[in-house]
């Protein structure tokens, strides 16, 4: 993959893998069983051991005091840091990637007061854009602001929302009422989880145990017009946002589908049974081969889209080619890891079970598997398959 690469990519993946190698792997398995979701005091010293890295501001352009890297060099630390811990990755990317997608909109007041501190790793954020009876259909969202004179009022429930029982604030989108009773389209909101009437609760899930996935509750919430994000659309805004997350849903499938394969083969190679590595079985080498072509192929194409990401916000097909398949590919792997480990991939004496249960919602986030066929297939024939 090295030929995608430019020098200082490749350095600046050999320095993350060599820091998620030393830091993050030893501890991650203890930390999944232990914290449901990860504490803000325990986010916050990783978020300072990353910050160096530049996770948090490698999007940014150097006006803004950022490194300005292209999004591909963005992938390939949160490809590392997702093979360490999955967790810690999702909360890390939701933080990133909410910051970056404001700061393109946001005031100079705003910039200051809420992109600015994520940029030094010194607060967390996310989007609420999900709702229980809107998924995939964003148009059915039910959430609204409503304007009452220098303030919004905003009523409606988001879920399955990145950081929602950790942040500090969360980006909402909601259909906008300017104060006739009309709804014009919809708008990003810059939601304080300190504002009075929010509410966020934890959804316990199979993988990704320690990231905060939240259910938000909006009674009332009173936000100043000031924290309307100043855009056309907010819909659209939000479709390009999406196309980076598909991105993400990608690379951490790659990263996590790597840890498995790099166990799975030291596995192979190491056990012994009937007086022989269990590596030269012809059926453990076709678990190991279909693993290797998988992820091969899954990050070939994701980073294929990323780098497009780039030339081209809007391209879909390739954005959903990378998630569909990356994420699949994902499951794959780590099935295929823990079938190579017997009874020892269900252990917990091995990473491979906790990498397994973290692949699996990679299918589900960011828009199913299903839908981003539909995707595909519209992008393909001009022709969208949606009633």
Same mark, same amino acid.
């Given at each position: 993959?090295?030929?995608?690469?430019?020098?200082?990519?490749?350095?600046?993946?050999?320095?993350?893998?060599?820091?998620?190698?030393?830091?993050?792997?030893?501890?991650? /398995?203890?930390?999944?069983?232990?914290?449901?979701?990860?504490?803000?005091?325990?986010?916050?010293?990783?978020?300072?051991?990353?910050?160096?890295?530049?996770?948090?501001?490698?999007?940014?352009?150097?006006?803004?005091?950022?490194?300005?890297?292209?999004?591909? *060099?963005?992938?390939? =630390?949160?490809?590392?840091?997702?093979?360490?811990?999955?967790?810690?990755?999702?909360?890390?990317? &939701?933080?990133?990637?909410?910051?970056?997608? =404001?700061? !393109?909109?946001?005031?100079?007041?705003?910039?200051?007061?809420?992109?600015?501190?994520?940029?030094?790793?010194?607060?967390?954020?996310?989007?609420?854009?999900?709702?229980?009876?809107?998924?995939?259909?964003?148009?059915?969202?039910?959430?609204?602001?409503?304007?009452?004179?220098?303030?919004?009022?905003?009523?409606?429930?988001?879920?399955?929302?990145?950081?929602?029982?950790?942040? @500090?604030?969360?980006?909402?989108? &909601?259909?906008? @009422?300017?104060?006739?009773? +009309?709804?014009?389209?919809?708008?990003? #909101?810059?939601?304080?989880?300190?504002?009075?009437?929010?509410?966020?609760?934890?959804?316990?899930?199979?993988?990704?145990?320690?990231?905060? *996935?939240?259910?938000?509750?909006?009674?009332?919430?009173?936000?100043?017009?000031?924290?309307?994000?100043?855009?056309?659309?907010?819909?659209?805004?939000?479709?390009?946002?999406?196309?980076?997350?598909?991105?993400?849903?990608?690379?951490?499938?790659?990263?996590?589908?790597?840890?498995?394969?790099?166990?799975?083969?030291?596995?192979?190679?190491?056990?012994?049974? #009937?007086?022989?590595? $269990?590596? !030269?079985?012809?059926?453990?080498?076709?678990?190991?081969?279909?693993? &290797?072509? @998988?992820?091969?192929?899954?990050?070939?194409?994701?980073?294929?889209?990323?780098?497009?990401? @780039?030339?081209?916000?809007?391209? #879909?097909?390739?954005?959903?080619? /990378?998630?569909? #398949?990356?994420?699949?590919?994902?499951?794959?792997?780590?099935?295929?890891?823990?079938?190579?480990?017997?009874?020892?991939?269900?252990?917990?004496?091995?990473?491979?079970?906790?990498?397994?249960?973290?692949?699996?919602?990679?299918?589900?986030?960011?828009?199913?598997?299903?839908? +981003?066929?539909? $995707?595909?297939?519209?992008?393909?024939?001009?022709?969208?398959?949606?009633?």
């Amino acid at each position: 993959m090295d030929f995608l690469l430019s020098e200082e990519q490749l350095l600046l993946r050999d320095t993350i893998q060599r820091f998620v190698d030393q830091e993050i792997i030893p501890v991650a /398995a203890e930390l999944d069983r232990n914290h449901h979701p990860l504490p803000r005091e325990i986010l916050f010293d990783f978020y300072e051991k990353l910050e160096p890295f530049g996770y948090f501001s490698c999007l940014f352009p150097e006006e803004q005091g950022g490194l300005e890297l292209p999004y591909l *060099s963005f992938g390939i =630390l949160m490809e590392h840091l997702r093979r360490g811990y999955c967790s810690l990755a999702g909360s890390v990317g &939701a933080t990133a990637a909410t910051a970056t997608s =404001l700061a !393109k909109v946001a005031t100079p007041k705003q910039f200051e007061q809420y992109v600015q501190p994520v940029m030094a790793g010194k607060m967390i954020c996310g989007v609420g854009i999900t709702e229980p009876n809107a998924g995939s259909n964003t148009e059915a969202m039910s959430t609204k602001a409503v304007r009452k004179g220098d303030r919004y009022i905003l009523n409606g429930s988001k879920i399955w929302i990145s950081n929602g029982t950790v942040a @500090d604030y969360i980006i909402i989108v &909601a259909n906008v @009422d300017e104060g006739d009773g +009309h709804i014009t389209g919809k708008g990003r #909101f810059i939601v304080p989880t300190t504002t009075l009437g929010f509410s966020a609760s934890i959804i316990p899930k199979m993988g990704m145990r320690s990231y905060s *996935s939240a259910e938000i509750g909006l009674s009332d919430v009173e936000v100043p017009v000031e924290n309307r994000l100043q855009e056309g659309d907010g819909l659209d805004a939000t479709y390009v946002l999406l196309n980076a997350a598909r991105t993400q849903a990608a690379i951490a499938s790659v990263g996590i589908g790597q840890a498995a394969y790099d166990i799975a083969v030291q596995y192979a190679q190491d056990r012994q049974q #009937f007086g022989r590595p $269990i590596g !030269k079985f012809q059926l453990v080498q076709e678990h190991i081969a279909e693993m &290797a072509m @998988d992820l091969d192929a899954a990050r070939l194409m994701t980073y294929r889209a990323m780098i497009l990401v @780039d030339s081209n916000p809007k391209c #879909f097909k390739e954005c959903s080619m /990378a998630k569909a #398949f990356a994420t699949e590919a994902g499951i794959r792997i780590t099935y295929r890891a823990t079938q190579v480990m017997g009874a020892y991939g269900i252990s917990e004496e091995y990473d491979a079970e906790r990498l397994y249960r973290d692949a699996r919602p990679f299918t589900y986030l960011d828009g199913t598997t299903e839908i +981003h066929k539909l $995707i595909i297939g519209r992008e393909v024939l001009g022709m969208g398959a949606f009633v």
